[in-house]
């Protein structure tokens, strides 16, 4: 192991977590009035109304791949039964699926986020560094998705990706892993640290704010009526008179 290897697969990915745990506590404990999406939804609400879901419903989607394909280790797929050439075909075809959704909604939202002067007026400096890292992480990670795992010959990360990381949280990350992994894979797992060290300080915060209380907090009733004048002197349509004539 390199100096340069010990610090870019080792010290920095803690040096990150380290920044990602202590920042949200420090946000938290002063900044909580700035703990908030900044929703620009009153500033712009079509493109909103549908690049949001296709968004954040893609990532979700994309999450979840991750921990299933770099979580889980490969032994635990070969026990229950699950060839590789299953699991890579299934990974391949959903992860297509969440990226498509992704690339879409991040289109939509980037377009009126630069575009439109009263949204692009609303985003600090800070919103735009995690906006560039957020569409690195996501290009470098459609194009192995669709280029390599899809259409190409393929490329099985569980067995060097997901070592390293898995080695991480054990205290023992196996760089020669990650070193010899493809560029594209590399270049991936640095912009997601880089995320992570900036995420407490910008708008991302507010994914850890689920609003929980939904779920048993009474309903509201809407009632309807029918349009009619009020009865009170002086709202109902007639023109402004003097003080002291009778109405």
Do not use: C
């Amino acid at each position: 192991m390199s100096a340069w290897e010990l610090w870019w697969w080792v010290i920095l990915p803690y040096l990150a977590l380290a920044v990602f745990v202590v920042g949200h506590v420090w946000r938290w404990r002063y900044d909580q009035f700035g703990w908030t999406s900044r929703s620009t939804q009153l500033q712009e609400r079509v493109l909103l109304k549908w690049g949001s879901p296709l968004f954040h419903y893609g990532t979700f989607a994309a999450i979840a791949g991750h921990v299933i394909g770099i979580l889980i280790p490969e032994s635990f797929t070969d026990a229950i039964g699950i060839p590789d050439t299953a699991y890579r075909w299934f990974s391949s075809i959903a992860g297509t699926i969440a990226a498509l959704g992704v690339i879409i909604g991040v289109a939509m939202l980037a377009y009126r986020r630069t575009l439109i002067p009263r949204v692009r007026a609303t985003t600090s400096p800070v919103d735009w560094v995690a906006l560039i890292l957020l569409a690195i992480v996501i290009v470098l990670g459609i194009i192995p998705t669709m280029g390599v795992n899809l259409l190409g010959s393929g490329y099985d990360y569980r067995m060097s990706v997901a070592l390293w990381f898995r080695g991480l949280f054990a205290g023992n990350p196996d760089v020669a892993a990650i070193a010899h992994a493809p560029l594209i894979y590399q270049v991936h797992a640095t912009a997601a640290w880089a995320i992570l060290g900036i995420w407490p300080f910008t708008r991302l915060v507010h994914v850890w704010s689920y609003p929980l209380w939904y779920l048993w907090r009474p309903f509201i009733l809407y009632r309807g009526r029918v349009p009619a004048h009020p009865a009170e002197p002086g709202t109902s349509g007639r023109r402004w008179r003097r003080i002291g004539v009778p109405y």
